[in-house]
């Protein structure tokens, strides 16, 4: 097959960012050990050279390599998401990597190699590429899991990602296969084509989907399949750890709602009760083991696992036409509020963290609005956008996520999470009691690139909620290319 400049074209921002990260392990080998400081600027490079070149392409529609991946609004809004929180993760690894001793010039490298698979996760049109990309953004993850050698917790983070990650995508590749022998196609205009003809088999397409699912739903930490989640975010370093919780959750969410809005709509009456229940639970376990967790990083793990149920909530109705579009773009405007809001919080985590992961209680945040005023503030606003409280980002998420369930008639579900995100409440403002109101001697780093991350997205995630409406119509123009 000859690969022409269209193809090209559609996949241009992912490939640049590969082809970024592989050029950044060929320089590394000729860097002296002195020179390695360099690395993490490349990488930020990189992603920057990614950002620019997807938003040059912002407002075409193609596909590309014959019909396998495509280019639309969908796909540049969440690829700009992803090249963001990649330019973020490389501003909270820059002094982190260093001072705790675990250097290691790879691990920016295998962040944009990673970054690329989920790009091109963003655009897969077919499921093979799905699959294809899946594992090209999980295998650098396991590796960068484990970069704290030595350390127990890491290890067995590393160790229990890349096992339950295999598992996974093994029922997604299961659910490939039988929905090709339902349909005869992997493509999704095939696939659609096939249902609309009444040519598919509707036990081996049920199973596909189910499968499909399973794997997808392992990615976004949905419970019950949410319990390697704690583990790996405990054990990983505190950058990887805050990349993982905003981009895996995007890239998952766009391949969900790509392949299950363009291809499935017509299944939603058998699906859309599993989805429903999935959320609840996902929403109920997700805050009420939060409750107990003294640890800063299992409780913004268990966090991220609710969140991961509040984003299914909105995309159940996602079966009915008149709701789908609103589902989509609800998702979407949530994942630009969770993406700054989580960054100001891990900001600040890296800031407070010292060697060997002490710091990490959050009895240790005693004091820091005295000590630190600037990293306790963006903490503050953190917490309470995770909470969903106006004025920030997280209130209008967490709004246009229930007015969504609201219209495709779910109105069980948005109370069960509007009282979740009420419970919330207690441990998240418990961060903030600590912070403000108990005494302490907490010690911060400051470095210029971390204190900058924090007040950057905590700044964001305040200001940008004045002007909710805008995100909301560029969310709404990113529209889902159809057969």
Not at 418 to 436: D, G, K, P
């Given at each position: 097959m000859?690969i022409?400049?269209?193809d ?29 400081a ?5 990488a930020?490079?990189?992603?920057a ?40 993760a ?15 010039s ?8 990673s ?29 960068m ?40 196609h ?13 040519t ?37 370093p ?6 993982m919780s ?13 392949v ?22 996902t ?32 995309f ?44 990490l ?27 969903g409280?106006?004025?920030?980002l997280g209130?209008w998420?967490k ?27 207690y ?32 700044g964001?995630?305040l ?20 057969p």
């Amino acid at each position: 097959m000859m690969i022409t400049l269209n193809d090209v074209l559609t996949l241009l921002p992912a490939v640049v960012l590969l082809a970024w990260g592989v050029m950044m392990l060929v320089v590394d080998l000729f860097l002296p050990k002195e020179r390695k400081a360099i690395i993490p600027l490349l990488a930020g490079l990189g992603a920057a050279a990614g950002l620019g070149v997807n938003l040059a392409l912002t407002g075409y529609s193609q596909t590309g390599f014959n019909g396998m991946v495509v280019l639309d609004g969908f796909a540049s809004f969440t690829n700009t998401l992803l090249l963001i929180a990649a330019l973020f993760a490389v501003m909270l690894a820059y002094d982190y990597m260093r001072r705790m001793n675990i250097e290691r010039s790879e691990c920016c490298a295998l962040m944009l190699i990673s970054t690329a698979g989920m790009m091109m996760m963003v655009q897969a049109y077919d499921l093979i590429i799905l699959f294809l990309a899946l594992e090209l953004f999980s295998i650098p993850l396991y590796v960068m899991s484990g970069l704290i050698r030595g350390k127990i917790s890491s290890e067995e983070a590393a160790l229990k990602y890349f096992l339950l990650g295999a598992f996974s995508s093994a029922f997604l590749l299961y659910g490939v296969a039988f929905l090709y022998g339902a349909t005869q196609h992997t493509n999704l205009a095939g696939i659609v084509a096939a249902m609309q003809s009444g040519t598919a088999n509707p036990i081996f397409l049920m199973l596909g989907v189910a499968l499909l699912l399973v794997g997808l739903a392992f990615k976004l930490a949905i419970v019950p399949f949410h319990s390697w989640a704690p583990d790996v975010y405990q054990g990983a370093p505190t950058p990887v750890t805050g990349w993982m919780s905003v981009s895996v959750k995007i890239a998952a969410l766009a391949a969900l709602l790509r392949v299950f809005v363009v291809a499935f709509p017509s299944l939603s009456a058998q699906i859309s009760p599993v989805l429903g229940v999935l959320a609840a639970l996902t929403m109920i376990v997700g805050n009420v083991l939060a409750l107990v967790q003294t640890n800063i990083k299992r409780l913004l793990a268990y966090s991220s696992i609710a969140s991961a149920g509040y984003l299914l909530m909105a995309f159940v109705p996602y079966g009915q036409s008149e709701v789908a579009s609103h589902a989509v773009a609800a998702g979407l405007f949530y994942m630009v509020g969770y993406l700054f809001t989580s960054f100001a919080a891990w900001a600040v985590v890296a800031a407070v963290e010292k060697a060997e992961g002490k710091d990490l209680e959050i009895t240790s945040y005693a004091g820091l609005a005295r000590r630190h005023p600037w990293l306790a503030v963006a903490m503050l606003i953190a917490m309470v956008s995770f909470i969903g409280v106006p004025p920030t980002l997280g209130f209008w998420g967490k709004f246009y996520l229930f007015r969504t369930a609201l219209e495709g008639g779910l109105v069980w579900l948005a109370l069960i999470g509007l009282l979740t995100s009420l419970f919330s409440a207690y441990y998240y403002l418990r961060v903030v009691v600590v912070m403000f109101m108990q005494p302490g001697e907490v010690e911060a780093r400051r470095e210029v690139w971390v204190n900058l991350l924090a007040v950057v997205s905590a700044g964001a995630t305040l200001l940008l909620a004045f002007i909710p409406w805008q995100i909301l119509d560029w969310a709404t123009a990113a529209f889902l290319r159809f057969p």
